[in-house]
């Protein structure tokens, strides 16, 4: 049987100041993860500033990641303060916030550089989720990774 969420992301607060954020976070996480087992494959995460919404993603990612054995995409600004802001913060939170005693393994990040990296990693893996991903959805995710590939200048904008 595959872990669930309560036996992955821990219950307690590294610090009591945070006990109260960290439960809303952490219920939060449940409830987009209940979603995404109820079949809803694309959620929102929106709030203000400094609500903790990144540990909430994570929450979610670990969840998918570890309990499911599923994958997920993150994507960040090219700046490279930013993405080694959010290498740390996986690094980080997956010390911080994963139960020990059943992790087997913890949140890794894998930098994607380009474009024809990112195709490569998306090939690469058995991936069973991909079977709900519709056929019309996949054409426009492609367009668009490819759309911003032209742009980029990864690749040429020729139809070959």
């Not at 494959?41 to 500033?49: G, H, I, M, N």
């Not at 010390?95 to 998306?122: A, E, F, I, K, M």
């Not at 709900?132 to 995710?141: N, Y």
Request: charged share 25%; hydrophobic share 40%.
């Amino acid at each position: 049987m595959a872990p669930q969420f309560d036996d992955i992301v821990g219950l307690e607060a590294p610090r009591p100041e945070l006990a109260r954020d960290w439960q809303r976070q952490r219920a939060t996480a449940r409830e987009l993860c209940a979603r995404l087992e109820g079949g809803y494959d694309t959620q929102l995460l929106a709030d203000e500033v400094g609500m903790g919404k990144t540990y909430v993603a994570m929450a979610v990612m670990a969840s998918t990641l570890l309990g499911r054995g599923g994958r997920a995409l993150l994507v960040t600004p090219s700046s490279s303060v930013l993405r080694s802001k959010w290498e740390q913060e996986i690094r980080s939170f997956s010390d911080t916030y994963l139960l020990h005693s059943r992790r087997c393994r913890s949140l890794r990040p894998l930098v994607v550089r380009d474009y024809w990296d990112l195709l490569s990693n998306l090939h690469d893996h058995e991936n069973a989720p991909m079977a709900r991903v519709h056929e019309e959805t996949l054409r426009c995710v492609l367009l668009s990774l490819r759309t911003f590939a032209v742009r980029k200048e990864w690749i040429t904008n020729r139809h070959s």
